[in-house]
């Protein structure tokens, strides 16, 4: 579960909230600099994993880790 829950950010709470409706654990949520949502997740569904593509994660300036992404819902969600 995240730990805080932007709460009073509708833009980011109403696909957490479909997330959890489908049983999808949320672990992190933040605004990126696009403007876009992204969401980092537990695990994906099975259609999530044939449409994903491996990026690498980035956190000021270096390298952290090869993850999975996925466009869901104008998000971008990730899982390792």
């Known amino acids: ?14 696909p ?7 049983g999808v654990e949320v672990i992190n949520s933040s605004i ?3 403007g876009r949502p992204i969401i980092e997740i537990s695990h994906p569904l099975k259609e999530w994993e044939k ?4 990026i690498t994660e980035r956190k000021a300036g270096a390298c952290r880790r090869e993850v999975n992404m996925h466009i ?3 998000c971008y969600l990730i899982w390792a």
């Open 1 to 14: 579960m995240c730990k805080s829950m932007p709460i009073n950010n509708p833009a980011l709470m109403a």
């Open 16 to 22: 957490i909230n479909s997330l959890h409706r489908r």
């Open 32 to 34: 990126g600099n696009s």
């Open 51 to 54: 449409q994903a593509v491996k």
């Open 72 to 74: 869901w819902k104008e």
